[in-house]
DNA sequence: CCATGTGTACTATACCTCATAGTACACATA
DNA sequence: TATGTGTACTATGAGGTATAGTACACATGG
């Protein structure tokens, strides 16, 4: 695995939810196949130059949204997707996205924009 | 101006960060309209329980955002839209709600699904 | 002029999270 | 058996959050 995960000191967002998210966006876009295994934690925390406890934490809330699998003396696994579960986390993230786009129509972009984006994902 | 704010002390989301998304959202809904006068920071404090330093800093941060502005002696005021400004802003949203859309799609969510949630804004 | 309400600033305290360092144990595998 | 792995503790320091309290300058109505 290669690391493009980037840390940055100086972000106010904690260090285990910047190493949390970026893994976990190399999962959703498909760059981390289900099965493969990601780099220890001590590995990891030594790339990044980061205590390890920290990356536990980090993996640790990856396995609880269901992203990885951890088994004692092997490592860490990507999680095989299972769609339509987690009704009540897709709720959420709708919300979230409804927030923003009201938010950034206020601030003067239209729909037709906004739809346009989403099309070329 | 009703109070139609709600602040959860459970929630893991700062007090502030509550109150000033809560008003936030109130302005770009329409609820509040331009050079409207929201509540005092003692009179909301008051009415919702909490610290006045706590409002005062959710009023600052909305302030610094550009959704209200403060006159001393006579109060806070809600800021006339200004659309087109703060491409950097527009840029980092689009950035929030494209990271939580690729989420929704792996998670079995089509995009038709989802532009038709926009379309009902 | 004066009392009231307003934004603003400052100190101090307590609590929680975050991040670190260090140690330790159980498991899997070459 | 040695190594790498996840996991679980303790302890410490730094920073953010929320509280309480005090104080000052300004605007307005009586």
């Known amino acids: 695995m290669i690391y493009i995960i980037s840390v940055d000191l100086k972000n106010p967002k904690p260090i285990y939810e910047q ?3 970026g893994i976990k966006n190399l ?7 289900p099965d493969e295994k ?3 934690v001590r590995e990891m925390a030594q790339n990044l130059a980061i205590n390890p406890n920290t990356i536990q934490k980090a993996y640790r809330d990856l396995e609880v949204q269901g992203f990885v699998y ?3 003396g092997k490592g860490t696994f990507v999680q ?3 769609p339509g579960q987690n009704r009540e986390k ?3 993230l709708l919300t979230e996205v409804v927030e923003r786009v009201r938010e950034l129509i206020y601030l003067g972009v239209s729909k037709e924009e906004i739809k346009q984006v989403l099309d070329d994902l």
């Open 38 to 40: 990601i780099p220890s």
């Open 70 to 72: 951890q088994i004692p």
């Open 19 to 21: 190493v949390r998210d």
């Open 27 to 33: 999962i959703i876009r498909g760059v981390l196949e």
């Open 80 to 82: 095989s997707r299972t």
């Open 90 to 92: 897709m709720e959420q």
